[in-house]
């Protein structure tokens, strides 16, 4: 392996959600937890579950499966506790996943314009071709706030 | 030699919160933020009725002198399952009277933790924050988040007309007799 390979190769975490599989950078994953109590209160966010406590530390469950699969699990194994930027500040966010996990070194292909805004980028790992998640687009922010708010105030298109 | 004064450990900073439900869900609220707690019962006869459009969470408002107290209904609010409502807060600085289930307990609060910035809707203007008490998460409340200005309007605007409305309704009875 040459030099100027080895650098390309960056760390993900796979993931499961139901039957498929997804990478999130490995440098944006806090760590991986069991399921805890989750504690729900009367909000408006959608995809936001609720908070669990880790380390005396509130963070917010949110659940990708509907977004990424097109339906809700319920089932979950794990919490993975990533990252998530807004604007300067970084805060926790814990989503759950339903299968093991694992840490790979892949080298990553970036996202294209005509990818979903949820695609950071690809990789292939196992013979599979794996989505790298842009979490700041899966996980609710006040940025989406905005996106709303302008997709509400665009005339509708007419036929 | 002269040992260096150890720094004195400032205490930590703690509130009183009064922990109240609402259609069985859990809240918090500073206890200086109250300045009344009352039976829904014994405020029936002082309120009257009022509607504004699209705001089904007032119902009733209290006269007090020239002051007008807008009764919230804390499930409607709150979007929980509709709930009576037995004991109201008169929440201290603001226009708003909070109709609740009832009060839980009161206890004090050393960590007031920021509301996630995931949290991105209505509830930023709910809730001052989150704070951990017996292993469970309690939303703190904010006062004024009860009614926006924008609603406030519409209750004023509700309320002038209603006043509107009893005054000439007085004037014909007077004038009939």
Not at chain 2, 127 to 146: C, I, K, N, S
């Amino acid at each position: 392996m040459t030099v100027s390979t080895e650098l390309e190769l960056q760390s993900f975490v796979l993931l499961r959600l139901g039957e498929r599989r997804f990478a999130v950078s490995a440098n944006q994953i806090a760590e991986l937890v069991a399921p805890s109590r989750v504690f729900r209160f009367p909000h408006r966010t959608p995809k936001l579950e609720g908070v669990i406590l880790r380390r005396g530390r509130i963070v917010p469950v949110c659940d990708v499966s509907e977004m990424l699969l097109g339906k809700r699990l319920t089932s979950r194994r794990f919490y993975l506790i990533a990252v998530r930027k807004y604007g300067a500040q970084r805060e926790w966010v814990a989503v759950p996943v339903t299968g093991e996990c694992e840490l790979i070194k892949a080298e990553m292909m970036a996202a294209v314009e005509s990818d979903a805004p949820h695609v950071a980028g690809w990789l292939s790992h196992d013979g599979d071709v794996i989505e790298v998640l842009n979490l700041d687009a899966i996980t609710p922010g006040p940025e989406q706030l905005l996106a709303e708010a302008a997709a509400r105030q665009r005339p509708e298109a007419r036929p | 030699m002269r040992l260096a004064t150890p720094a004195k450990a400032s205490p930590a900073k703690t509130e009183q919160l009064i922990l109240f439900r609402v259609s069985g869900q859990l809240f918090a609220i500073s206890s200086s933020s109250v300045q009344e707690v009352r039976s829904a019962d014994s405020m029936s006869g002082g309120a009257t009725e009022i509607s504004a459009p699209g705001l089904r969470k007032v119902r009733h408002v209290l006269r007090r002198g020239d002051r007008s107290l807008f009764i919230v209904n804390g499930a409607m609010h709150f979007g929980l399952h509709a709930a009576e409502g037995a004991q109201l807060f008169v929440l201290r600085k603001t226009r708003t009277a909070l109709l609740i289930d009832g009060i839980e307990k009161m206890t004090t609060m050393t960590q007031l933790q920021a509301l996630p910035l995931s949290f991105c809707h209505e509830e930023r203007q709910w809730y001052r924050g989150l704070t951990a008490l017996d292993q469970t998460v309690v939303p703190v409340v904010h006062p004024e988040g009860f009614l926006s200005p924008e609603e406030l309007a519409l209750l004023d605007a509700a309320l002038l007309q209603a006043d509107k409305t009893e005054s000439e309704n007085l004037e014909r009875t007077s004038a009939e007799q």
